[in-house]
């Protein structure tokens, strides 16, 4: 079994920062790309930013240059700073792992999601 927690999440307003982590655990051969997902309240959920093996990373165009997703191999953990926030941001924030739990099998698992919320 592998689980991902996402913490960090919060209350902040427009122009602020906050920086979310998520921690994979369990049975992991590997990590092979970790992303962070957002829903916004009557929206569907979309891919904010991702990286993958050799720290290639890819943005939602509408947060390029504001945030910065990184990760630690050694500690299974992938972080999104997310800087100059605005209002539109506000949604709950979900880490989405694809993790090798053999040589050969891969896992997608999904976190609870966290909460940012963003007032004007």
């Not at 090798?100 to 999904?110: C, G, N, P, Y």
Request: with cysteine.
């Amino acid at each position: 079994q592998v689980q991902v927690v996402e913490s960090g999440g919060g209350l902040v307003q427009a122009g602020g920062s906050l920086r979310l982590s998520c921690a994979a655990s369990g049975t992991i051969f590997s990590m092979r790309a970790m992303a962070w997902y957002r829903q916004a309240p009557g929206k569907q959920r979309e891919f904010v930013a991702g990286i993958v093996n050799g720290d290639r990373t890819s943005y939602l165009d509408s947060v390029k240059g504001r945030f910065t997703i990184s990760r630690d191999n050694a500690k299974n953990t992938v972080y999104l700073q997310m800087n100059s926030l605005r209002p539109e941001d506000t949604a709950v924030y979900y880490c989405n792992a694809d993790v090798l739990i053999t040589a050969v099998r891969s896992l997608e698992v999904w976190g609870q999601g966290t909460l940012v919320t963003v007032s004007s």
